[in-house]
């Protein structure tokens, strides 16, 4: 069955700091790299036909562990890359609320068109559905591992599965270096059959 594992990159320094990343293009830290070579055998143990990923480095470089164990090239696409947080993009969110706050409060309030150079989720949704779908037709009953980022993740996700984006703050966002799995069945559909599944987030010691 044709099969999609959308993979988030592993933790950088702006996560632990929780800072606004968007398309700054963000390192790896080395907890970050420890996550994906970590995390990497469970990927390859699925067998993957394809590798694709973001252009941002902290998505390349968690794909770089997976590439040695399975010796498959990676596909780099643009279109996976993280929503665009325009001038937000290095805050925090304490930071955000100081110098924003009229757009923060419409942020939290669940609003969508938040100002300031903010991608719309709707344009994040069309082009890493775009995406997706192209890496899915590329390899028809086979597993892609797609290596992208939280927000990107969730956003394709609800495209794929034609899930409304005011559910968005229903579903957790992708834990470092988790990944959401996307089978497309012939009748149905694309099906979301595993969620925030991976390594644990503690430790790294074992599978949720």
Not at 18 to 37: F, I, K
Not at 49 to 59: G, H, N, Y
Not at 68 to 85: A, H, K, M, V, W
Not at 190 to 205: P, S
């Amino acid at each position: 069955m044709t099969t999609l594992l959308l993979w988030r990159h592993g933790t950088t320094e702006w996560n632990s700091e929780r800072r606004v990343q968007g398309h700054t293009d963000v390192a790896l830290s080395p907890l970050g790299r420890t996550q994906a070579e970590q995390a990497a055998p469970l990927l390859a143990a699925r067998r993957p036909a394809a590798i694709i990923s973001s252009d941002l480095r902290r998505a390349l470089d968690t794909a770089r562990p997976l590439a040695e164990l399975t010796g498959l090239p990676i596909q780099r696409d643009p279109r996976l890359r993280e929503r665009s947080y325009g001038e937000w993009e290095g805050l925090t969110m304490t930071e955000i609320a100081e110098r924003f706050p009229k757009a923060h409060a419409r942020q939290r309030a669940g609003h969508h068109d938040l100002g300031h150079g903010i991608e719309q989720p709707t344009d994040v949704m069309k082009r890493v559905g775009e995406a997706l779908r192209e890496a899915a037709e590329a390899n028809p009953g086979r597993t892609t591992v797609v290596v992208t980022h939280g927000g990107a993740a969730r956003y394709g996700m609800f495209d794929l599965l034609g899930w409304p984006v005011e559910q968005l703050g229903a579903v957790v966002v992708l834990t470092n270096c988790h990944y959401t799995e996307l089978r497309l069945d012939p009748v149905r559909g694309w099906m979301l059959h595993a969620h925030n599944a991976g390594w644990a987030e503690q430790g790294l010691a074992g599978y949720e």
